[in-house]
């Protein structure tokens, strides 16, 4: 008997998680420009990340040009890397101090945001988009064409 890890709704429930993480990312990012005083570069130079002028605008870039691809489902695993990275990259300068000041529970009430795009990243890398996605359609139709050009030699 061959053990089935994914049955067709978890392989379609996936999307869940893409709308999730996507839109959040693409939100954050599309913000970063919209509100940069408060969410941009403001925000950047707060905190104390270096070069704010450069890195404020290539977050908000990153966060909104992956989350997108997330949200459709194109290059699932790929795009998740460079959010994991940006989302464990946030959490050090801006809730490691809430951890020490204020104590666990405000850091894990002001984090949680945080560590789902971060949880929601990894399932994401780990899984792939799932049945519907572009990644999908591209495994699927170059499967095909595959089992095609095998049948025809």
């Known amino acids: 008997m061959k053990l ?6 978890t392989l379609a429930s996936i999307i ?17 420009f919209l ?3 408060v969410l941009g570069l403001g925000r950047f130079i707060k905190i104390g990340i270096p070069a704010p002028g450069f890195f404020a605008p290539f977050v908000g870039v990153e966060e ?15 795009a998740s890397i460079p959010l994991i990275i940006n989302i464990a990259i946030a959490i050090i300068p801006t809730k490691i101090p809430i951890l020490l000041n204020n104590g666990f ?4 009430h002001e984090a949680r945001t945080d560590f789902s795009m ?12 799932g049945k519907y996605s572009l ?3 591209i495994y699927r139709k170059s ?11």
């Open 35 to 37: 509100f940069p005083d």
């Open 143 to 153: 499967t095909n064409e595959n089992k095609r050009i095998n049948t025809e030699i």
């Open 135 to 137: 990644d999908y359609l």
């Open 64 to 78: 909104i040009v992956f989350g997108f691809l997330i949200l459709i489902g194109l290059f699932t695993r790929v």
């Open 105 to 108: 529970w405000a850091m894990a």
């Open 16 to 32: 869940l998680i893409r709308l999730l993480v996507g839109s959040v990312f693409l939100s954050e990012g599309t913000q970063k």
């Open 118 to 129: 971060l949880l929601g990243g990894i399932f994401l890398l780990i899984n792939g988009a």
């Open 4 to 9: 089935k890890l994914y049955n067709e709704k």
